[in-house]
């Protein structure tokens, strides 16, 4: 069967100082994948080059079977950054035409048809924001604002969704919500990687971890790197594991 995304032996360096080193891991479609380690440890860049924003200076990667630098099918792709929620700020659109761009890529320079509009009332549905859908997306919350992307993503038909840090600035009540979102878009086959600072998220909510510090620590199941020192190596004493209840 062929993977989600398959990282082989990839470095990178801004200049001569080294960000991601000699690192290799495969995500299996359908997989939830939690991706964490410090501030500076590589997490954002491993990601960019996961999804061919940035080449590596050596190794290579395929994304769905393909190598990432030929992969041309960007609607299979749905990625909401840290900087997300701040720049929606400034988008004088409704959620509703935000949503709508995620179906350009299928539609091209045609008219959106009624498959289409379907997808998007869909998508709307899906993220639970059908009473926003008609309100700017700079009149939003940080929370509803992020549903808002997720939504885009969705309509776009997207198998493989990447988060960065989706979270910041969101409220503990919407963020427990938007976890459980996750979690039921995961179970319906969509493939998940996320970025999250808060590492008893991840344990609680991904099916596995890769844990990074420019170098791969750990890349297994959540239960082996709870059991494992790639927390205590990775950041230092400081690394603790804090479970949260739903």
Known sequence: MTSAVDVRNVSFAYGDSPVVKDVSLTIEKGEFLGLIGPNGSGKT???????????????????????????????????????????????????????????????????????????????????????????????????????AFIARALASESDLLALDEPTVGVDAESRDAF????????????????????????????????CINTELYHHGDTESFVQSDALAEAYGATGTVVHHDH
């Open 45 to 147: 860049t491993l990601l960019h080059l996961m999804l061919g924003l940035l080449e590596p200076g050596s190794g290579s990667i395929d994304l769905f079977g393909e190598p990432v630098e030929e992969f041309s099918a960007g609607e299979r792709i749905g990625y909401v950054s840290q900087q997300s929620t701040n720049r929606g700020g400034s988008m004088p659109v409704t959620v509703r035409e935000a949503v709508k761009m995620g179906r350009f890529a299928h539609a091209g320079h045609a008219r959106l048809s009624e498959t289409d509009y379907a997808a998007i009332d869909q998508a709307i549905e899906t993220v639970g924001i059908e009473d926003l859908a008609d309100r700017r997306v700079n009149a939003l919350s940080g929370g509803q604002r992020q549903r």
């Open 179 to 210: 976890y459980q979102l996750l979690e039921s878009l995961n179970d319906s086959g969509i493939t998940i990687i996320l970025i999250e600072h808060d590492i008893g998220v991840v344990t609680d909510r991904a099916s596995r971890i890769a």
